[in-house]
């Protein structure tokens, strides 16, 4: 099993609905949790983190985690075409090693005009 | 002011040959970072540079693998006799370190690797 599941889509919504991206992860040493979001050829960049559990809204963005079901969501309201990217979900330790992130998969999300 | 550069953008080789891939970080960021993805794969953490600090190389999958970097600036990635299964896209970030919760990684665009 790995560390961190996450379902590769592909995803494809129309513009304006409210679109759903999940990780699940087995160590529950993990207490960063973030969602990069990757354009296709760049590079990932931070969208959100969160620490331990509980909410956390940006904007359209709003990332939660649960940590007793090992379980993290990121929600998109209103989603846009420009929102069409891959989303990685990654986690971390806290502490002095809070610097090796482990990624999911990564979603490929589309969002249709 | 510049992000992360990373060269070359592409690279193909022939297996068995060495190649060498260099990542410019953020001026000012003293911590860097190697990442592996590979085609529907999330990033694999390779390698970690801090300061002076001696680098955290437990990612590294073999020993045909090496990395340096030349005090707070340039680093570069070594994969000796390439292989098929190098094949991916190497991923360079760099960050602040030091008492932060979180140190915000902010990634290059990467080197898309091509072993033939």
């Known amino acids: 099993q790995k560390e961190v599941e996450q379902d590769p889509g592909p995803l494809s919504v129309p513009e304006g609905a409210i679109v759903s991206l999940n990780c699940t992860y087995s160590?529950?040493?993990?207490?960063?949790f973030m969602w990069y979001r990757q354009y296709s050829r760049k590079g990932p960049e931070l969208l959100m983190y969160?620490?331990?559990?509980g909410n956390k809204e940006d904007g359209r963005f709003t990332a939660q985690v649960d940590k007793s079901s090992k379980y993290i969501s990121l929600f998109i309201r209103d989603s846009q075409p420009s929102d069409s990217a891959t989303y990685l979900c990654?986690?971390?330790?806290?502490?002095?090693?809070?610097?090796?992130?482990?990624f999911g998969k990564g979603t490929l999300l589309t969002v249709n005009p | 002011g510049a992000g992360v550069s990373q060269s070359p953008s592409n690279k193909v080789t022939e297996k068995g040959k060495d190649v060498e891939l260099r990542c410019d970080p953020i001026?000012?960021?003293?911590?860097l970072y190697w990442y592996r993805q590979r085609l529907g794969q999330g990033l694999e953490f390779l390698i970690y540079?801090?300061?002076?600090?001696?680098?955290?190389k437990s990612g590294l999958p073999s020993d045909r693998f090496s990395a340096e970097r030349t005090g707070e600036s340039v680093s570069t990635l070594t994969i000796q006799r390439t292989q098929q299964e190098d094949s991916a896209v190497y991923l360079c970030?760099?960050?602040?370190?030091?008492?932060?919760?979180?140190?915000?990684?902010?990634f290059g665009p990467g080197t898309r690797l091509t072993v033939l």
């Open positions: 970030a760099s960050s602040f370190a030091g008492t932060r919760n979180i140190n915000e990684q902010f």
């Open positions: 160590n529950s040493a993990f207490q960063y």
């Open positions: 969160t620490y331990s559990s």
């Open positions: 990654a986690m971390s330790r806290s502490g002095g090693s809070n610097y090796k992130l482990t």
């Open positions: 001026s000012g960021h003293t911590a």
């Open positions: 540079f801090q300061g002076n600090s001696a680098p955290d």
